[in-house]
């Protein structure tokens, strides 16, 4: 049963309209990253967090921001949304790299 | 810097017959290495993970996969494919060397689609 949690799994929004979408982890862990999927299958590392008030944007350029004020929470934000941010983004959170990653499920945005 | 190719986008093999997807990596120092595979609408989910010690790793789901540092390799490899195997199959590296920056993070090849074919 997973432990990180990621809200809504599928989302359809009108171009312009704001977005949140949630990620939470019960696990404790520091560290939280966000990567966007595009269709051809690759992950692309859009933020990522070490921990509280902690936030760095990631290879990816990308239009959205992210907050971390808990442990737990680390939700990313669109002001705008445009059809070029159509895709899954995927949530993960580790408390050391050896021990990898933990993701959530994901969630589909679809901009129209 | 850290870095990991998957040199197949697509890898089809029939049922019951073994399969492999490929990994190759570099790193300065020595490698943390992950294989996951993602199911369809879903997040990545662990399957096996080298760290040290033993070159051959089993994980989950029947899977194996053998770390081979001459050829900085981690190939994933099952000795009988099912239908419900087919999926992406990602691999992943941290370098242990990396005290910089991105130390805490791992970096993900682009990705293997597998189907089994019944």
């Known amino acids: 049963e997973a432990d990180i949690y990621q809200t809504p799994r599928y989302l359809v929004i009108g171009t312009g309209k704001k977005i949140t979408l949630e990620c939470s982890q019960t696990?404790?862990?520091?560290?939280m990253y966000w990567y966007q999927q595009d269709p051809g299958m690759e992950l692309h590392l859009i933020h990522y967090?070490?921990?509280?008030?902690?936030?760095e944007k990631g290879d990816l350029s990308s239009e959205s921001t992210v907050s971390r004020i808990r442990t737990e929470h680390f939700p990313l934000t669109l002001e705008s949304a445009r059809p070029s941010h159509t895709s899954q983004y995927l949530c993960?959170?580790?408390?050391?790299?050896?021990?990898?990653?933990?993701f959530g499920s994901g969630t589909r945005l679809t901009v129209v | 810097a850290q870095s990991v190719a998957q040199p197949e986008d697509q890898v089809n093999v029939a049922e019951g017959n073994p399969l492999t997807v490929k990994c190759t990596y570099s790193?300065?120092?020595?490698?943390?290495l992950f294989w996951y595979v993602q199911y369809p609408n879903r997040g990545l989910q662990f399957l096996l993970k080298?760290?040290?010690?033993?070159?051959l790793v089993k994980g989950s789901y029947g899977f194996e996969a053998e770390f081979n540092k001459s050829q900085t390799s981690f190939h994933l490899k099952k000795p009988s494919a099912l239908v419900s195997d087919s999926a992406l199959y990602f691999c992943?590296?941290?370098?242990?060397?990396?005290?910089?920056?991105?130390?805490?993070?791992?970096?993900f090849g682009k990705g293997t689609k597998l189907s089994v074919i019944p």
């Open positions: 080298y760290i040290t010690g033993d070159n």
């Open positions: 790193v300065s120092g020595n490698p943390y």
């Open positions: 992943a590296v941290r370098d242990m060397g990396n005290s910089g920056a991105g130390s805490y993070q791992l970096t």
């Open positions: 696990m404790g862990h520091d560290k």
């Open positions: 967090s070490y921990g509280v008030n902690s936030t």
């Open positions: 993960a959170s580790s408390e050391w790299a050896g021990y990898g990653y933990t």
